[in-house]
């Protein structure tokens, strides 16, 4: 069964980076979407970036310009990477790593939407102080 396992969270202060990883195995399928998302305390659930098995990407437009979004894939194991940098206050939430096998590519609505039929991970918590 697909498993995704998040690291890396923790705690920074304002202007600092971290990168979570996320080790999603147990699947077959050759094409994805796969991303991160957030929630903070309170707040609805915020799709923060996004990358298919090509590799195309997108990013929340709170995020764009600081994280970066990338995969190191191996055959049926793909480890996915969210490298944040000049962090902010509002970026502290839970960060969840999904996976979504319904699309060939990621539809432009999928960060907005999340996935239709979607695997979650348990999160990891990033707490930015300022």
């Known amino acids: 069964h697909v498993q995704l396992v998040e690291s890396g969270g923790g705690s920074v202060q304002a202007g600092g980076s971290l990168r979570l990883s996320c080790a999603a195995s147990?699947?077959?399928?050759?094409?994805?979407?796969m991303g991160w998302f957030r929630q903070a305390p309170g707040k609805e659930r915020e799709g923060v970036a996004s990358?298919?098995?090509?590799?195309?990407?997108?990013?929340a437009d709170s995020v764009t310009g600081r994280f970066t979004i990338s995969q190191d894939q191996d055959n049926a194991k793909n480890t996915l990477y969210l490298q944040m940098n000049s962090l902010k206050p509002e970026d502290t939430a839970m960060y969840y790593c999904?996976?979504?096998?319904?699309?060939?590519?990621?539809?432009?609505?999928?960060?907005?939407?999340?996935?239709?039929?979607?695997?979650w991970g348990q999160g990891t918590q990033v707490t930015v102080s300022s």
């Open positions: 147990g699947y077959t399928y050759s094409r994805y979407c």
């Open positions: 999904a996976a979504d096998f319904s699309w060939l590519v990621c539809p432009g609505f999928w960060l907005a939407r999340g996935p239709i039929t979607g695997y």
């Open positions: 990358i298919d098995s090509d590799g195309t990407t997108n990013y």
